[in-house]
């Protein structure tokens, strides 16, 4: 069936950069997200890609996709500490709603 | 542009009682879906609607129920309150146009059943 996972914890220094990756299992997906959530917050989509790409830059975020070993990975560069939140990966195989997330990292970002 | 509401935050409800939550989509998103959070089974996917029809659905019982109404505003509905249904409960819109699945979702209802 449909599985995302993700590895729960990461930590870094104010200034390095964070990769948080994320496997999938569903060969049929077709786009894949990265969200954002805050403590007692909704979630706030980063960024997404389709799966006929290999990356995506935008500012201090870029996605890189493997879609021969279904990975993927977000890269955040100079981390911040308002950086600091729990990550989700998601897959959608179609256009329109479903998405599977994964478990979520969480990002702690020290000064 | 305003964002995905979703109405009411917070709600307490008994076990036994139903609930419905209620999530206005931004302008222009036809397709509403929604989720529950938990610490334990993290992000589930409930339901989709689309032009007013359930178009996808999620591994949940029958006490959970949607609708979607003509101007895209969507309702969903728990029946017989358990207590493993309180949750964070967030609803996601989305246009929908060619190459555009890009999905925003709502600050959530958080649920507590007693």
């Known amino acids: 069936g449909e599985d995302v996972e993700q590895s729960l914890f990461l930590s870094v220094r104010e200034g390095d950069s964070s990769v948080i990756n994320c496997t999938y299992t569903?060969?049929?997906?077709?786009?894949l997200y990265w969200y954002k959530q805050e403590p007692g917050a909704g979630l706030q989509l980063l960024t997404y890609i389709f799966s006929n790409m290999d990356m995506k830059q935008d500012q201090r975020l870029t996605v890189l996709l493997n879609k021969k070993d279904k990975h993927l990975s977000l890269r955040i560069a100079d981390t911040q500490t308002g950086d600091s939140a729990i990550y989700f990966c998601a897959e959608s195989e179609n256009q329109g709603g479903k998405l599977i997330f994964g478990q979520g990292t969480e990002l702690s970002v020290k000064p | 542009k305003a964002g995905v509401t979703q109405t009411p935050r917070y709600l307490i409800k008994t076990r036994g009682q139903q609930v419905t939550l209620s999530c206005s989509p931004i302008s222009g998103h036809r397709s509403v879906s929604w989720y529950q959070q938990t610490p334990g089974q993290g992000l589930q996917f409930l339901f989709e609607y689309f032009s007013e029809t359930q178009r996808n659905k999620g591994n949940f019982p029958g006490r959970f129920s949607g609708r979607q109404f003509s101007n895209s505003r969507s309702e969903m509905n728990v029946s017989t309150l358990e207590l493993g249904d309180s949750a964070l409960y967030l609803c996601a819109s989305s246009f929908l146009a060619a190459g555009d699945n890009e999905q925003f979702f709502g600050p959530g209802t958080r649920l507590t059943v007693l």
């Open positions: 569903d060969s049929s997906s077709t786009y």
